[in-house]
């Protein structure tokens, strides 16, 4: 990242498609600018160096900086996907529970809208604190 944003740091990195035709372009800059407020924040909630960070966000715009983000701090991201269908709720409960235990994630960064989940899943997993 780092060469990439002394070589030519208003060069697209990443295309998102949504909705409509036309992709939403984030170059290295944009990245790392969103990345490095990312980092601040995190580094403000007390992760550091080698700490592990889930993050259970849609793929977007937000997964990529958030990603990147916890990189920047020195951190580990350790992604997980949101539930897809709620009749497998529970299973994904537990699986996930699984990974955040084994990885030792000592935060997770979500969305509003899963935040529901995330505080089952936290029964699962109970040493993270969410964000």
Same mark, same amino acid.
């Given at each position: 990242? #780092? ?47 080698? #700490? ?9 715009? #937000? ?10 701090? +020195? ?21 996930? +529970? ?5 990885? +030792?994630? +000592? ?25």
């Amino acid at each position: 990242m #780092d060469w990439h944003l002394q070589q030519h740091p208003q060069r697209p990195h990443l295309y998102l498609y949504g909705d409509d035709d036309q992709p939403q372009v984030m170059s290295y800059a944009d990245l790392d600018r969103e990345a490095q407020g990312v980092a601040a924040a995190l580094a403000s909630r007390g992760v550091s160096q080698g #700490d592990r960070v889930a993050l259970m966000l849609p793929t977007s715009r #937000d997964y990529f900086i958030a990603f990147f983000g916890v990189l920047r701090a +020195g951190a580990v991201p350790v992604p997980i996907y949101p539930p897809a269908r709620p009749a497998q709720l529970e299973e994904h409960l537990r699986r996930h +529970g699984r990974i955040l235990n084994n990885a +030792g994630a +000592g935060l997770l960064i979500t969305v509003a809208e899963a935040r529901s989940v995330a505080h089952l899943l936290h029964a699962e997993a109970p040493t993270f604190a969410i964000s």
